[in-house]
């Protein structure tokens, strides 16, 4: 039997979603993996507005960049002016070292971690080091690997991203709260935060990223660590270009960053973004593929690609190189396990798409991607297992109630109770 209902809405369902800002779980070690941003019946249609938001800078669904930008970011900026009325900023400092001792090639998030609550608050330099003011991360811009909160479900952020922003002791700020780098690949050792008071001393430590076994792929470049030092400034500028939406100064840069330095990854993939904000899907594909040539364990490229292959309907391409970014990382990134169920679906093969929906649901045990319970209800449905689509679309409905697309779930939900229910009194008779 056939349900319109699911079958005209369905791809409704990555409207609006970026695989690049998903939330990304690299840090979640010590609970079950889980993510982040990720630029998102058989019958398929063009996404409609709606499910998870997306960061598009410019227009597009690229992942942004981790260069400094906004105030509280920059290691040794001045504290900002603190207005009457408004409690006592807190400022914390540190530095980021891998397990060897040495700085990230490149930089890294550093992430306040409250309950089930994710901050992403500063950047590190390019000596590892980070200086922030507690919430004041206007200046972050989502990337890869630490994805972003859908503000509809549980948890997601509030105003300020500080407990007590808005009245209520400074000191309790940081209670209940941990510091750690994000970097997919990697688990980070934690700095507890929750005794620390405003006046204590701002420098917390380092912090030690250490390579999962398990996982082949990361957001970081090691070819980085090869780049000339002119091809380093002209990345860092062109990097810092793109933060700013400035793409044409930023493909200037890009471009004598890798006529210098080929091989430069990292910087390939920002002049793909760079071209993005240009509107040249084209160039920015192109300069995607070159990053990945010159480093194909650097997962940023496999990202955008997705979310360029998502727009252009590409469903064999999305398969393909999300299925390459979940055998790269298979536990950072649920979201990949959604475009790959939803690619699948879309190719009518609807045992490939349940496998990836179930798998991503896996890993998703914290359900920042709810999503794929969403999709696994549309495809049992097609299957015609009602029971098993009414308690995937029910999981959906208790995680994401608030979704922009909640009343949609609920009708569908409705539609195989109705037709379960009369599938059980026919098999009566």
């Not at 990345?235 to 430069?264: F, H, T």
Request: glycine share 10%.
């Amino acid at each position: 039997m056939k349900l319109p209902i699911l079958a005209a809405t369905v791809l409704g369902l990555t409207a609006g979603l970026s695989l690049s800002t998903l939330p990304s779980y690299a840090q979640n070690k010590g609970t079950p993996p889980t993510t982040t941003t990720p630029p998102g019946g058989a019958t398929t249609t063009t996404p409609s507005a709606g499910s998870i938001p997306g960061t598009i800078p410019g227009g597009t669904n690229i992942p942004g960049n981790r260069t400094p930008t906004g105030p509280g970011t920059i290691p040794g900026q001045m504290p900002t002016q603190q207005q009457p009325g408004m409690p006592m900023p807190v400022f914390l400092s540190g530095k980021v070292v891998l397990s060897d001792g040495t700085p990230p090639p490149d930089s890294v998030v550093i992430e306040r971690v409250c309950g089930a609550k994710r901050f992403p608050e500063a950047y590190t330099d390019s000596k590892g080091h980070f200086s922030f003011e507690v919430g004041h991360n206007k200046g972050m811009i989502p990337d890869a690997s630490i994805g972003s909160w859908d503000d509809s479900q549980p948890g997601s952020r509030g105003s300020a991203g500080i407990p007590g922003a808005f009245g209520g002791s400074a000191d309790m700020v940081l209670a209940g709260c941990e510091l750690r780098a994000s970097l997919a690949g990697y688990e980070s050792s934690v700095v507890d935060l929750s005794m620390h008071r405003r006046l204590d001393n701002p420098d917390v430590g380092t912090i030690v990223l250490r390579r999962l076994a398990a996982v082949e792929g990361s957001t970081i470049s090691m070819t980085s660590l090869e780049a000339p030092k002119d091809a380093k400034k002209l990345y860092e500028k062109g990097a810092k270009a793109v933060n700013s939406r400035k793409w044409q100064d930023a493909q200037k840069s890009l471009e004598k960053a890798v006529e210098i330095y080929p091989k430069y990854a990292a910087a390939w993939y920002e002049l793909g973004r760079a071209y993005a904000g240009l509107g040249n899907a084209a160039e920015a594909r192109k300069s995607f593929e070159q990053s990945l040539a010159a480093d194909g364990k650097f997962l940023k490229p496999y990202l955008a690609i997705a979310d360029l292959d998502m727009k252009d309907k590409n469903w064999k391409a999305l398969a393909d190189n999300t299925g390459l970014l979940i055998k790269l990382d298979p536990i950072d990134y649920p979201g990949a396990y959604l475009y790959n169920s939803f690619a699948y679906f879309s190719m009518n093969n609807l045992d490939a798409a349940e496998k990836s929906a179930r798998e991503g649901i896996r890993i998703d045990s914290a359900h920042n991607v709810p999503k794929m319970e969403h999709i696994l209800g549309v495809i049992l449905a097609n299957k015609r297992d009602y029971a098993g689509a009414a308690a995937a679309f029910k999981a959906y409905l208790e995680y994401a109630p608030n979704a922009g697309d909640a009343d949609t779930v609920r009708k569908q939900l409705a539609e195989v109770e109705r037709v379960a229910a009369l599938a059980n009194s026919q098999q009566k008779r």
